[in-house]
C-alpha cells in the first residue's frame, strides 16, 4: 500500500467527519450506519464498514460515495477528493451571484457567520423549500 493511497484514505476520512458534522451528525460508525441505512434506500453499511470509512482504512464505492455526499449534502468530489466546493450548490450560489445584483453575497456572509448548529437548521430548511417545489437536491 503506498503512501499516496493511505493519505487519500485518511484525507476521505476528516472530510466525511466534517460533512457530519456539517449535517448534524456525530462522527460515531453506529450513527452513521443507521443514519446512512436509513436514508439510502437499498443501500446499506455495517458499523465496521463505517468506521473502516471513519478511521482512514477504507473509501466506499462510488454509488455509496454519491449516496454519502447526498445524504450529508456534500459534493461527492469534495468529500473523495476535496475537490471543488464542500456543498454541491455553492457553484450555482456563486454564479447568481456574479449574475445578479441582488443580496445574494449578503446571505451567503450571513450564513457563514451562523455556528453550525444554526447553518444545519437554515440548509434543512432550505432543502425542505426546494423539495416542496418540486426540485430535487
Do not use: C
Not at 30 to 56: D, P
Not at 95 to 108: F, K, P, Y
Not at 114 to 124: A, F, G, H, T, Y
Amino acid at each position: 500500500m503506498t503512501s499516496a493511497n493511505r493519505k487519500l484514505r485518511l484525507d476521505f476520512a476528516r472530510r466525511l467527519i466534517e460533512a457530519l458534522a456539517f449535517a448534524g451528525l456525530d462522527d460515531s460508525p453506529t450513527t452513521l450506519a443507521r443514519h446512512f441505512n436509513t436514508h439510502s434506500y437499498g443501500m446499506v453499511i455495517t458499523m465496521h464498514g463505517a468506521r473502516r470509512w471513519l478511521v482512514g482504512d477504507s473509501i466506499p464505492t462510488q454509488s455509496h460515495l454519491n449516496a454519502l455526499a447526498s445524504l450529508l449534502g456534500v459534493s461527492s468530489a469534495w468529500l473523495l477528493l476535496g475537490q471543488g466546493p464542500m456543498l454541491e450548490d455553492a457553484v450555482a450560489i456563486e454564479s447568481a451571484q456574479t449574475a445578479s445584483s441582488g443580496n445574494l453575497g449578503e446571505v451567503l456572509g450571513i450564513f457563514q457567520s451562523l455556528k453550525d448548529s444554526e447553518r444545519q437548521l437554515v440548509w434543512n430548511l432550505m432543502m425542505m423549500l426546494n423539495r416542496s417545489h418540486g426540485h430535487s437536491t
